[in-house]
């Protein structure tokens, strides 16, 4: 079984891109920059890119992060819209990736009902993840959010995470995401260390997580 077998297109689009070459980048890449134009369609078969956003003081907000079987919302608007890019996307792991070049997915859009249906479902999908992401910076404090993702990113206990990236992970600010973190220290909740945080007490910060405190 090969990765083009799961796309609701033609068998003639399904050999197409399974005949593209398969392209290994390793960790750090940056593929695209704020105000760069679309060039590719990036369909990534594992690993990680995340796409995130950086205001003029220089702080970051994780817009979203592509994954196995994933694209990228922000290319399909610039491949389809002609826009520039907003953000900039980098590689955290390791990533192996197919890139369909514009003239051909421009192509593809419009003579392969089912290749389109696959782009449109997951541009709705990244739409929904887009949504979360405001309605969290909008609406959940700090220290909610906070909870949330070390819980989701804890591996036996620990999250392997700089505070930057922490902070950048919630719509946050390095020095707001230090502050919360050394009262959850104070409290008993965690522990943090240069590069990653221990998590002492799952239960107190699940019941953070859910809004109560």
Request: proline share 2%; with cysteine.
């Amino acid at each position: 079984m090969t990765w083009t077998d799961s796309l609701p297109a033609s068998d003639a689009t399904r050999h197409l891109l399974a005949a593209l070459p398969r392209h290994t980048l390793p960790v750090g890449i940056t593929l695209f920059h704020a105000g760069d134009h679309a060039q590719a369609f990036v369909i990534v078969l594992q690993g990680r890119i995340e796409v995130r956003l950086t205001a003029q003081s220089g702080r970051e907000i994780l817009l979203y992060a592509v994954e196995a079987g994933q694209s990228c919302v922000q290319t399909t608007l610039g491949l389809l819209g002609d826009e520039p890019y907003t953000g900039a996307a980098i590689t955290t792991q390791s990533t192996e990736a197919v890139l369909i070049a514009k003239t051909a997915f421009l192509r593809l859009m419009d003579e392969d009902r089912g290749f389109r249906a696959y782009v449109l479902q997951a541009f709705g999908r990244r739409m929904t993840d887009l949504t979360h992401v405001l309605e969290q910076v909008a609406f959940e404090r700090i220290e909610v959010r906070l909870a949330n993702l070390l819980l989701a990113l804890a591996d036996q206990g620990r999250v392997h995470a700089t505070q930057a990236d922490l902070a950048a992970r919630i719509g946050s600010e390095r020095e707001v995401v230090s502050r919360h973190l050394h009262q959850f220290g104070l409290q008993g909740l965690t522990r943090t260390e240069r590069g990653h945080v221990e998590i002492l007490d799952e239960s107190a910060l699940k019941r953070i997580s859910s809004g109560y405190v």
